[in-house]
């Protein structure tokens, strides 16, 4: 062997040695404890799920199914629930009127759930409300972790890995098949044990305390109202700038809307929101016009035009039009800041940053630390008397928690009295004095 090639070997050798090793694959859990349970779905297999969860010890995990994208509405389609000493009970609430038998049997239980604002609702719908919360989602985010998905922080925190492969499915498919029984099942299979973690981990950082403010805001807080003109979520509306055009979008949403109800299915599987904006820019007169509308499409497009081309009629013979926008007392947009209000601009520009640094020196995302709209609010309209008491009472009003006041409301306040010159689009300072 030449010296050179010794010399590559050895090279290449000692450039191997310095490879990482792959992490050894995390255990795969795919299996209940228990092995997956029957699904109740009678009034005596109900009564037993009762009894059982009442005689449990503990908190309770806690998840519920949907199937947005295929039913209407958002109701719950399967619900599971475990709790040490009584296992885990997979509860179809279909054929019940409610499930409010369950929720006496946990009354003044912990519920343990994975961003619980996406599945409270439906479950007090069903007639189920948690006496006491921990969501371990939202735990998660206030610890800092980088990934807050129920999988990702089980790999982190309890070293294996969680399978999630019927997440989307149609949960209202009946009987329901035994793989997404399984899933459904090992979805609260270690909510305890991950509960228990990341309590652990919150009270390391000083921060369980706060934590448990935020799961009770979340379990206090009452269901949102309904939406005023809900069709104005339209996706794709801000196309449209013609008012008769945007009453088209209005009539055909609601006619959708009714139908969609009517036959229990998600709206946008009879026809989606673009097939609504297409139909609307176009205005068509007749059915064969409509149905060769470019973008007008959808399974109940061609099947239920005349009641689509109904909505265009109406739309076309109104004499009172909707507006444009609706008004809100929203600011606008921050960008418009500099040339509508500069100094609302300036003490935007200097508290959001600073604000910002204080939710990285706490390991958590600025969003929790402060609704990003919170700050908006009092950056455009701050108190006429800027103190730190004004400023915490203006946070109160929008709905800032406590703790969330004692981190910022200072930080807020400072900015406030003496923001920095804000820097216009050409990097120029433009110096912008309080009062001035």
């Known amino acids: ?119 409270l609702p439906g479950l007090a719908d069903l007639g189920m409300h948690p006496s006491r919360l921990f969501d371990t989602e939202l735990a998660a985010r206030l610890a800092g972790l980088p990934r807050v998905g129920l999988a990702a922080v089980i790999e982190s925190q309890l070293g294996f890995t969680l399978a999630k492969e019927h997440s989307a499915a149609d949960w209202s498919k009946r009987p329901l098949p035994e793989p997404w029984l399984r899933y459904a099942a090992l979805d609260v299979e270690v909510l305890a044990e991950l509960r228990d973690k990341l309590a652990a981990l919150l009270d390391e950082g000083g921060k369980l305390s706060l934590a448990e403010e935020e799961f009770e805001h979340i379990r206090r807080t009452p269901a949102a109202e309904p939406r005023v003109d809900p069709w104005r979520r339209t996706s794709g509306l801000h196309q449209l700038r013609d008012r008769r055009q945007i009453a088209a979008v209005r009539q055909i949403w609601l006619e959708r809307e009714e139908l969609a109800q009517r036959r229990d299915v998600a709206p946008g599987r009879l026809i989606p929101d673009s097939a609504i904006i297409a139909a609307a820019k176009a205005m068509p007169g007749t059915v064969p016009q409509l149905l060769a509308t470019k973008g007008f499409h959808g399974r109940a497009a061609q099947k239920e035009a005349p009641r689509w081309l109904r909505s265009i009629s109406e739309a076309r013979n109104l004499t009172e039009l909707p507006p444009l926008h609706i008004p809100t007392n929203a600011p606008p947009p921050p960008r418009t800041w500099p040339e509508r209000d500069p100094e609302a601009a300036a003490r935007l520009q200097t508290a959001r940053p600073r604000v910002a640094r204080r939710a990285e020196d706490l390991g958590m995302p600025v969003e929790n630390l402060i609704t990003p709209d919170h700050l908006r609010r009092v950056a455009w309209r701050p108190p006429a008397e800027i103190s730190l008491e004004s400023v915490s009472a203006a946070l109160t009003d929008l709905g800032a928690r406590r703790w969330q006041i004692e981190q910022v409301a200072a930080i807020i306040t400072v900015a406030f009295l003496d923001p920095e010159p804000l820097i216009d689009k050409n990097q120029q300072d433009v110096r912008v004095a309080p009062g001035s």
């Open 1 to 119: 062997m030449s010296a050179h090639t010794s010399e590559q070997t050895d090279s290449t050798t000692s450039a191997a040695s310095a490879v990482e090793p792959e992490a050894p694959a995390l255990p795969l859990l795919n299996e209940p404890q228990d092995g997956v349970p029957l699904v109740i779905d009678t009034r005596a297999g109900l009564e037993r799920a009762a009894a059982a969860l009442a005689a449990g010890t503990g908190p309770a995990g806690v998840d519920a199914e949907r199937a947005s994208g295929f039913r209407y509405g958002q109701r719950a389609f399967l619900v599971q629930i475990r709790r040490q000493g009584s296992g885990t009970w997979l509860i179809d609430p279909e054929p019940f009127d409610d499930l409010r038998l369950i929720d006496d049997a946990l009354a003044g239980v912990e519920w343990i759930l994975h961003a619980a604002n996406q599945d």
